[in-house]
C-alpha cells in the first residue's frame, strides 16, 4: 500500500489562500462522496482547520499530482494559483507527517492539543461517508496511540496553548485591565469555548456569545462564570457596539461582519476603540475592517508573534516527540510489509483455488455427460499443472535473463532445487 499526503497550512500559504480550499463540514463531505464515486474501495481523509487543509490519500488509486488537480477542481480554482503553495509527501514522510501533525509538533503553537480531536473527526467522517478500508484504520489507529504517548510521555503539553489562548493573550496586551471589557464571542464550537475558558480567569463585565443556533450560543453563555447573554448571528448588528473586544470562529463560508456594521458600531461607541480577532478560515470579518479607525483587526496569521514566545519552551519536549514518532512509523511500515506478505500468499492460494475450481466442474459436467473417467482425469490433470507453471515459469524466464536481481536463486530455492 501507498500512503500519500498533499496540503496547505500556516506555514507555507496566507490566509486568503486557506480560505480558499477550506472545507466547511457540508462541503467536506460532499467531496468524499464525490472522490467515492471517482475512485473504487477510495481511501481518502480529508483535514480542514482554520491552519491548514491537508488530504491523505492511497497512492495506489490517485497520483500527488492528480490529487493536486482534483483539490483544486473540487474549490474551482487554477491549480497554477495553487500549486506552489502545495506540499506532498509520500509512504514513510506521508505517515510521518500525519504523526507529527496530531501530536502538534506541526501546528501554529507548538504542541497545541486540538489538532489531534480534529484529526479524530477528520478520520471519522471518512469512515462515516466509506473512504476509510483496513489500511487507513491501522494508520490512523497507529497515529492515535502515538499522540497519546507523547501527550503523556513528554512535556509537550505541558503550560497549554492554543491559537484561543494567544487570542486572549493579544486581548490582555492590548487591554492591560479586562475587568470593565465586555466581550462578545462569536460562534459556539471548539475554538471559542476555549477562548471562553481562558478568559474565565479575568472579572469581565460581561460575554454575549452569537452564534447561527440560539440553544448552542444559550449553552455556551449558561457555563459560563460571569454575566452573559445568547444571541443569534442576526442580532449580532445590534448589539455590537457594545463590544470591546470581539473573538470569531465559525464555519460560515462568507463573512459574518463587514465594514458598514462595524461603523455603525463605532459611531453608536462614540469611536471608543474595538479589538477584534478573527480565528476563522475562511474568515468572519471582512479585511476591509481593518481599514476602519479604532478597529484593530487580527487574523490567525497575526497571532504567530505571540506564538513564537512559547515555542522555545516545547522545542526539547518536541524533540523527544519525534523519536517515539520515528520508532512508530519503522514499526508500521514492518506492518506494511508483512500485511503485503500475507496478501501476496493469499492472492496466490485464491487465484490457484479459483483455478483449480474452475477446471474441476468442466470435469465433472463432462463426466455428467458420460465422457470415459480416464480421459477427463487426464485432460483435468495436464490443464491444471499447466495453469500452476505458467506464472512461475515467466517468472524463471524473466530470472535466467536477468540474474543480478536474484530472482533465480529465490526460485530454485521455492522449488526445492537446492535442497540435498
Known sequence: MSFIAIGINHQTAPVNIREKVAFTPTTLAGALKDYAQRKKNAELVILSTCNRTEIFANSEQISPADLSTWLAEIHQLDLSELGQYLYTYENAPAIRHLMQVACGLDSLILGEPQILGQVKQAFSEAKHVGTVNGHFEKIFQNTF????????????GANAVSVAYAAVQLAKQIFSDLSNSHVMLIGAGETIELVAKHLAQF???????ANRTLANAQALADALQTESEAITISEIPGRLAKADIVISSTASPLPILGQGAVTSALKERKYKP??????AVPRDIEEQVSEIDDVYLYTVDDLQHIVQQNVANREQAASQANEIIQNSVLELLLWIKQH????LIKTYRDKSEATRQALAEKALAKLAQ???PE????????????AMMHSPTKAMQKAIVDPKTGALDLLEDIFGRNNK
Open 203 to 209: 472579572d469581565l463585565k460581561k460575554i454575549t456569545v
Open 340 to 343: 503485503k506478505k500475507i496478501d
Open 375 to 386: 480421459k477427463i482425469l487426464q485432460e483435468f490433470s495436464y490443464k491444471l499443472s499447466q
Open 370 to 372: 458420460g465422457e470415459a
Open 274 to 279: 474595538m479589538l477584534m480577532i478573527d480565528l
Open 145 to 156: 496511540a502515538v499522540a497519546k504517548k507523547v501527550r503523556t510521555q513528554t512535556d509537550i
